[in-house]
């Protein structure tokens, strides 16, 4: 009688436990797909300036968009969960890396907000480059 006791504790456990992480996935659905779109549209515009200017604008994420904007591309990926560019829908500054004149990677943090780098729960874009 224990042993099943103990069993079944563990079973309604482990499905409230379940049902936890599915509704936390869920709930954050519509922000990744806000930040894909973000990354998307930064990558796109990203190659286009290479093939305008020959490398890729320097240092951050705000001096990127800047010398896009100046070039009239649109980096204006606003929704209900980013307000402003340069940012995702979680609140967290994208990280822009610049490995080389023609090579980049543009990255969200993702929900928990630790860079891991392109791991974990972390969303990222190389930049495509002739």
């Not at 973000?38 to 968009?65: E, F, W």
Request: aromatic letters at 6%; glycine letters at 8%.
């Amino acid at each position: 009688m224990r042993v099943t006791l103990i069993g079944v504790v563990m079973l309604v456990a482990s499905l409230f436990i379940k049902e936890s992480i599915d509704f936390y996935r869920g709930r954050n659905v519509p922000r990744c797909r806000a930040t894909e779109h973000v990354l998307n549209r930064l990558q796109m515009n990203l190659s286009d300036y290479v093939l305008v200017h020959g490398s890729l604008p320097k240092s951050t994420i705000h001096d990127a968009i800047n010398a896009m904007q100046k070039e009239k591309m649109d980096c204006s990926v606003l929704s209900a969960f980013i307000s402003k560019p340069g940012f995702d829908a979680w609140g967290h500054e994208l990280i822009y890396e610049v490995l080389d004149e023609k090579h980049a990677v543009i990255r969200s943090v993702g929900p928990n907000g630790v860079d891991e780098k392109g791991g974990g729960d972390d969303m990222q874009r190389e930049v495509p480059t002739p």
